[in-house]
C-alpha cells in the first residue's frame, strides 16, 4: 500500500527518471507540495540532481544504482521516454511507474504509437512502416514526393527525421538511419502541408479524470521549437476539436501523467495527430505563469492520483521564447541582465553545465492581454541572450 502524499508520519518521495529541465521543473512543483524529490541521471550535477540529496548520478542503465534509487522512491515518474522497457519492468516489480511500462511500450515506437492512435479513430497522417529502401519508394509512389522518413525511437527535436524529396534521395537516409554503428528501424509517413503546428497539453490521474490545456501554436525552426504562443490563434472551434482529439490520444494509451500531443493543422483546416510525448512537454512551459496549476504541479498531482487542479490561463495571452545554445561551451550564459530588466516577462535558466548549438539552455515566458502584446515583451527579454 502506496503512503498517502499526506500522511503526517512521512514525507512523500517522488522518484524521476531524468534529471533535465523537465525534472527539475516537475521537482519544484512537487516541493510545492511538501514531497520529495528523488533523481536518477547519468552523471552528476544535472539541473534537478543538485536541487536534492536524494541524487543518483549513477544513471539507470547501473542496476545497482537503479534499485537504490528505487529504495527510496515511493512513486517513480519519468522525464524521457527513452529508458528501455525491461529496466521500466524491474522497478515497477517494487514501485509504481507512471506513466506505466504498457503506456509507455505503446509510446515509445512512433510506428506503435501511430497505430494505436489510428485503431482509435484519431486522424494521422498516412503511414508504414519501412524495412527497406524500397519500402520507402512503395510508399512514395502512393503518397507523392516529398515523404517523411523517420527513427521509430530515440527521436526528438528532429533529430530522427528527413525529408525524402525524390527517389535518389532514399539510399543516403537508409544509410544515415539503418546502417552505421547503431542502426534503428524507420517508418516513413506522409508529408503534411500545414500551415500551423500545434500542441495541447493533458493531465490523466489514476481515477481517468482529465486536465485538458488550451492549444497553443508551437513555432518551429531548424526543427526546434523556438516559440510556443498560447492560444493558438486559430478559430475557436478548430481549438476545441484539437483538444478533443487530445484527449483522446492519451485516453487510447491507457496514460497516467502529463503529455504532450503534438498536432497539424492542414492547409484545409484539417486537425491530424502528429507524435506524443509521455512526460511534461516543452509547449506547456508557459503553464507555470500563465494558467491555474502548471503543467508540472498537474503531473505530480496526476500520477500521486489527487484532484487535478484547472488548466485554465489566468491571463489574456502568454508566449514562451526557448533560449537555445549557440556554440558549444560553459552553459553559464553571457548575462541575463538584459533579460531580467523587462517586466510581465519571467526568465527560467535550467542550469545546464554545457552549452552547445540547438540545445535548450533555459525560456522566458511573456504575458500579455493578446498574443501579439505577449510576444512583443518575449521577444525583447529573449534579444540579444546567448551562450
Known amino acids: 500500500m502506496l503512503p498517502s502524499p499526506y500522511d503526517p508520519s512521512r514525507v512523500l518521495t517522488i522518484g524521476i527518471i531524468g534529471g533535465g529541465q523537465l525534472a527539475k521543473m516537475t521537482a519544484m512543483a512537487a516541493y510545492r507540495l511538501g514531497m520529495r524529490v528523488a533523481i536518477i541521471e547519468h552523471g552528476e550535477q544535472s539541473p ?5 540529496k536524494l541524487d543518483f548520478p549513477g544513471g539507470w542503465t547501473d542496476n545497482d544504482e537503479l534499485d537504490r534509487f528505487a529504495a527510496v522512491s515511493d512513486i517513480i515518474t519519468l522525464e524521457n521516454e527513452f529508458v528501455a522497457p ?13 506513466p506505466s511500462p504498457q503506456t509507455l511500450a505503446l509510446v515509445r515506437d512512433k510506428f506503435t504509437q501511430k497505430q494505436t492512435v489510428a485503431t482509435a479513430g484519431i486522424p494521422t497522417p498516412a503511414f508504414a512502416a519501412a524495412d527497406s529502401p524500397e519500402a520507402i519508394a512503395t510508399f512514395a509512389a502512393v503518397y507523392g514526393y ?7 525511437t530515440f527521436g526528438y527535436d528532429g533529430y530522427g527525421n528527413a525529408i525524402v524529396r525524390s527517389e535518389r534521395d532514399i539510399a543516403a537516409v ?14 516513413v509517413e506522409e508529408f503534411v502541408r500545414f500551415h500551423k503546428e500545434l500542441a495541447v497539453i493533458v493531465a490523466r490521474n489514476r481515477r481517468g479524470e482529465c486536465a485538458v490545456y488550451p492549444c497553443v501554436e508551437t513555432v518551429q525552426e531548424d526543427y526546434v521549437c523556438r516559440a510556443v504562443l498560447a492560444p493558438a490563434p486559430i478559430e475557436p472551434n478548430l481549438a476545441e476539436h484539437a483538444q478533443q482529439l487530445a484527449q483522446r490520444a492519451v485516453e487510447a494509451i491507457g496514460g497516467v501523467g502529463v503529455f504532450g500531443i ?14 506524443i510525448a509521455p512526460r511534461p512537454h516543452n509547449s506547456g512551459h508557459y503553464t507555470i505563469e500563465a494558467c491555474q ?5 498537474n503531473c505530480v498531482r496526476a500520477v500521486c492520483n489527487l484532484p487535478l487542479g484547472s488548466p485554465e490561463m489566468i491571463v489574456g495571452a502568454a508566449v514562451m521564447i526557448n533560449l537555445l545554445g549557440e556554440r558549444s561551451g560553459s552553459g553559464i550564459p553571457d548575462s541575463p541582465i538584459e533579460a531580467l530588466r523587462h517586466g510581465r516577462a519571467w526568465l527560467h535558466l535550467y542550469g545546464k553545465k554545457d552549452s552547445r548549438r540547438r540545445r535548450k539552455m533555459g525560456h522566458i515566458t511573456a504575458i500579455g492581454a493578446t498574443v ?14 546567448i551562450w
Do not use: Y
Open 293 to 297: 496549476t502548471s503543467q508540472f504541479e
Open 146 to 152: 516529398p515523404v517523411i522518413v523517420k527513427t521509430r
Open 372 to 385: 501579439e502584446e505577449a510576444l512583443a515583451k518575449a521577444r525583447a527579454a529573449a534579444e540579444g541572450f
Open 174 to 187: 537508409w544509410e544515415r538511419f539503418c546502417h552505421g554503428e547503431h542502426p534503428r528501424a524507420v517508418m
Open 262 to 275: 503534438e498536432l497539424f493543422l492542414s492547409d484545409h483546416d484539417s486537425v491530424l495527430f502528429n507524435e
Open 48 to 52: 534537478a540532481g543538485v536541487m536534492t
Open 86 to 98: 525491461e529496466l521500466l519492468e524491474h522497478i515497477a516489480e517494487r514501485r509504481l511507474v507512471l
